[in-house]
């Protein structure tokens, strides 16, 4: 009997797509490079309708066609040594789907090497983890319609299911459109992350209380406009004793790992000229996060210059919840705002409601007001940025006095909250009408005869500054 899918690569991922695809009713042929994972992978599992195949050749043979094959391998050179190795023995009409947190860029050059073949090439972010691979993740599919007619079954079937039971999944344009997707729900996701670890430490600082109370204030903020994903784990990591009772994440080494998504959305920004400050500065506090040593020496030597603090401890937590809702917003409002750029520079057509509602349930920024900001999109579709979206305008508003405050309060102290300043940097710079640039043009002519522009009248100009 032929299986329903194929399933190359048997990392965590690879192997609980796999189980995920499994229970939905298929019957799945499972391939990996190193052998012997493929025959432990299904020996644990028996029973399940799991195929073991040690050649490609093997794996493809045993395939329904036209044939579906989702690759879970290490984005980059391994995609392109599976790709390589498995195109020569595929047939037209076959479809991979390269489920790996692929360069979009990478995709776009794979699908049109692929076009004359007629074999059809998607990338399909795959975000939530193990668990999510397993039990529901969000996924981003970017490719040809003619390819997602063939796996929108299968997609659907194993996706997690929004709280309405909409799947979340959906075409979102051609090529490398989903990676792109899924590469800035992962800036997102390093945004959000810089944010409440700028919380924990404010707090802690400020207000001087327990990594425990802290986990509890984090734990009653799930019953908030906060409620997400991510305050929930932390709860959950702030709340975790180590063996003798002490907070497991007090010892935790204070440098952040990263595997290059954040990076990459920083850099398809800068490329396309997209402002996404919240992002690059959770990006740089992780680099600077790494250099540990030299903080350490800095620590002992460079002043902090403290200001007397006006922070109203009282009321400080309330005030803390606010601005981390309003940071937040205005962190997915950079970020739906270079999808959009994005989707403009590509002709992605991206529908950046229906991207919203893929993130409401699977996926690492699933929140609970994803589900009105995905309303809100489609509703005002005329607006440019969520931040000029109702609710999102007034709620943003209403507690930008807290986000205020929460800089200040910080800069008193001398604690660095990087996330912070850059969202509310933004917003300023986004609401002011008139910015300082025309300084800048002043000068780039002065010294290099850039030329500008008018207010007053049209054209371009260069003026002789500096006179002999
Ligand atoms: P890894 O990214 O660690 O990749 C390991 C897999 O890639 C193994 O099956 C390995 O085979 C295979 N591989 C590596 N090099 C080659 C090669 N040259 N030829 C053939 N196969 C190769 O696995 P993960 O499960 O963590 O992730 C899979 C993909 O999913 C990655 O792109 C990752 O970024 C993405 N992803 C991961 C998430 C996570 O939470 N881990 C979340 C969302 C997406 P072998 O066993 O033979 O070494």
């Known amino acids: 009997m032929t299986s329903d899918v194929g399933l190359i690569g048997l990392a965590v991922m690879g192997q609980n797509l796999a189980l995920n695809m499994e229970s939905r009713g298929n019957t799945v042929s499972v391939f990996n490079r190193t052998t012997s994972k493929t025959m432990d992978f299904v020996e644990r ?24 094959i989702m690759l879970m391998v290490q984005a980059g050179r391994a995609v392109d040594a599976v790709v390589g190795q498995l195109v020569p023995l595929l047939d037209e009409g076959d479809t991979i789907m390269d489920g790996g947190n692929t360069y979009y860029e990478d ?6 090497s692929l076009v004359d073949s007629g074999i059809h090439y998607m990338g399909v972010g795959v975000s939530g983890g193990e668990l999510g691979a397993r039990f529901g993740p969000s996924l981003m599919p970017g490719g040809p319609p003619a390819a997602w007619a063939m796996v929108k079954d299968l997609l659907e079937s194993i996706a997690a299911k929004a709280p309405d039971g909409e799947p979340c999944v959906a075409l979102l344009g051609p090529g490398g459109a989903g990676n792109a997707v899924k590469t800035v729900h992962n800036g997102c996701e390093y945004g959000v992350m810089q944010l409440i670890a700028e919380t924990y430490h404010s707090i802690r600082r400020i207000l001087g209380i327990s990594t425990n109370e802290i986990g509890h204030i984090f734990e009653s903020w799930q019953n908030t406009e906060l409620s997400s994903y991510l305050v929930e784990i932390t709860a959950i990591v702030l709340g975790h004793s180590d063996e003798d009772g002490e907070p497991l994440v007090e010892r935790i080494l204070d440098q952040a790992g990263a595997k290059g998504t954040g990076k990459w959305t920083v850099e398809m920004a800068l490329s396309i000229g997209a402002p996404v400050p919240t992002i690059g500065a959770a990006v ?12 350490v020496a800095a620590s002992t030597v460079l002043d902090a210059g403290l200001l007397p603090s006006t922070a109203d401890e009282e009321s400080y937590v309330t005030t803390m919840q606010e601005a981390l809702y309003c940071a937040i917003l205005i962190t997915y409002a950079q970020a739906l705002s270079l999808l959009d750029k994005l ?3 590509r002709n992605y ?15 690492i920024i699933r929140a609970g007001f994803l589900d009105d900001i995905s309303k809100a999109l489609q509703e005002q579709p005329d607006k440019s940025n969520l931040l000029l979206c109702e609710p999102f305008r007034t709620e943003v508003a209403n507690r930008l006095p807290s986000l205020r405050k929460v800089v200040i309060a910080a800069t008193q102290h001398g604690i660095p909250v990087p996330a912070f300043t850059s969202a509310l940097q933004y917003y300023d710079a986004y609401r002011t009408a008139t910015l300082p640039a025309n300084i800048i043009q002043g000068l780039r002519d002065c010294f290099g005869a850039h030329t500008y522009k008018r207010t007053d009248r049209p054209g371009s100009f260069h003026t002789e500054w500096i006179t002999e």
Do not use: M, Q, Y
């Open 349 to 363: 057509n991206l529908d950046l409601a229906a991207v919203a509602s893929l993130w409401r349930a699977g996926c």
């Open 284 to 295: 740089d506090a992780r680099n600077i996060s790494s250099t540990k040593e030299e903080r």
């Open 343 to 345: 989707s403009a520079e």
């Open 107 to 112: 995709t776009e050059k794979r699908a049109a």
């Open 45 to 68: 599992h028996p029973g399940n309708n799991l195929k073991a195949c040690r050649t490609l050749e093997e794996f493809v043979d045993s395939i329904k066609s036209p044939r579906r």
